[in-house]
């Protein structure tokens, strides 16, 4: 993820959850904010419960690489807080599990392959 695509600020953050409602699936709990097309924004939360420093910061790691492999549609922030199912999910079914959240929020764009 690039640092623009981002959401750092923690009034965003409460904004985002305040006005939204959660999309649930698996371990994920996802917030969108539709707003102006310009750019795509993504945060992260990985609370305590989830395990020590390292093991959030890996956690988060992950996501990132995860989010940094498809390609977005412009018009949207998005929240992802992760529960505490995550300990026990590969990296290939945590991949799984967003990448099938985020075609049914829609926010991926579609591929025109020939």
Not at 2 to 16: L, P
Not at 95 to 105: P, Q, S
């Amino acid at each position: 993820m690039k640092k623009i695509n981002i959401v750092k600020e923690n009034r965003d953050f409460n904004q985002i959850i305040q006005r939204n409602r959660p999309f649930r699936y698996k371990d994920f709990i996802i917030y969108i904010n539709k707003r102006e097309p310009s750019v795509y924004r993504f945060g992260l939360s990985v609370g305590k419960k989830i395990g020590n420093a390292v093991t959030r910061n890996h956690i988060k790691r992950q996501i990132r690489e995860i989010v940094s492999q498809n390609d977005y549609k412009n018009d949207f922030d998005c929240i992802i807080i992760v529960g505490k199912g995550i300990l026990c999910r590969s990296f290939s079914e945590m991949r799984d599990n967003l990448n099938f959240a985020f075609k049914k929020l829609n926010l991926v764009k579609e591929r025109k392959d020939a």
